[in-house]
């Protein structure tokens, strides 16, 4: 088992800059990427912001590309999301999330709770 916590999120002004952490733990191997999704209202469908693979592969949301930047600690088995630039259309509940191989139930996606980021106007 996997579990997922993140840290970060918040409240900001138009125009301002925040970073949010996950911090993976439990059986941490055979990982194919990690990333980050958020849910931007109640009912939506949850989207991509941004993953990156192990071999060092990102791919981001065409709507953050230029103002987010993922990265990965290895060491510390976490994922960072810098956001930058934020606009009110990224409030959102934002989730981390990891995808790995497992021999009894092929790839698998773990997600952690959420966490708030509003952008005040």
């Known amino acids: 088992q996997v579990q997922l916590v993140e840290s970060g999120g918040g409240l900001v002004e138009s125009g301002g800059s925040l970073r949010l952490s996950c911090a993976a733990s439990?059986?941490?191997?055979?990982?194919?990427?990690m990333g980050w999704y958020r849910r931007q209202a109640p009912g939506k469908q949850r989207e991509l912001v941004a993953t990156l693979t192990s071999g060092g592969s990102t791919n981001y949301a065409d709507s953050v590309k230029g103002r987010f930047t993922i990265s990965r600690d290895n060491a510390k088995n976490t994922v960072d999301l810098q956001m930058i630039s934020l606009q009110p259309e990224d409030t959102a509940v934002y989730y981390c999330?990891?995808?790995?191989?497992?021999?009894?139930?092929?790839?698998?996606?773990?997600w952690g709770q959420g966490t708030q980021v509003t952008v005040s106007s």
């Open positions: 439990g059986s941490i191997n055979s990982i194919n990427e």
């Open positions: 999330y990891l995808n790995r191989w497992e021999r009894s139930r092929g790839w698998v996606d773990y």
